[in-house]
């Protein structure tokens, strides 16, 4: 059985840093890509990173480029999310998610929710004006 529990959320003010932790258990995931999505009140689910945990190279969405950064420690199977410049905008409920088959190269397909096997039960980010 595969748990994805995340933390680290918050309430914070514009321009403060937040991290968010993802710990992963249950399975191999040597070869998968771990990513983070976010899904504000009344809008869909959306990209924000993902890092591939066999040679972690990494992709983030344009709206979270320069900002957040996603980095992954294997020996504890956990991924992270460092975020800087909070803007309101960023709030949100927040994400961990499993995409077993991920090959190097596909990293076109890791803005694709549907990629993904497992998700966590999120942590809330609000950041306040």
């Known amino acids: 059985q595969v748990h994805l529990v995340e933390s680290g959320g918050g309430l914070v003010q514009a321009g403060d840093s937040l991290r968010l932790s993802c710990a992963a258990s249950?399975?191999?995931?040597?070869?998968?890509?771990m990513g983070w999505f976010r899904q504000a009140p009344g809008k869909e689910r959306e990209f924000v990173a993902a890092?591939?945990?066999?040679?972690?190279?990494?992709y983030v969405a344009d709206s979270a480029k320069g900002r957040f950064t996603i980095s992954r420690d294997n020996a504890k199977t956990t991924v992270y999310l460092q975020m800087n410049s909070l803007k309101p905008e960023d709030t949100a409920v927040y994400y961990c998610?499993?995409?077993?088959?991920?090959?190097?190269?596909?990293?076109?397909?890791?803005?694709?929710?549907?990629?993904?096997?497992?998700w966590g039960q999120g942590t809330q980010v609000t950041v306040s004006s």
């Open positions: 890092i591939s945990m066999s040679d972690g190279s990494s």
């Open positions: 998610a499993v995409y077993f088959q991920y090959y190097i190269g596909d990293y076109y397909r890791l803005p694709n929710r549907n990629e993904y096997d497992y």
């Open positions: 249950g399975r191999t995931f040597s070869r998968s890509a």
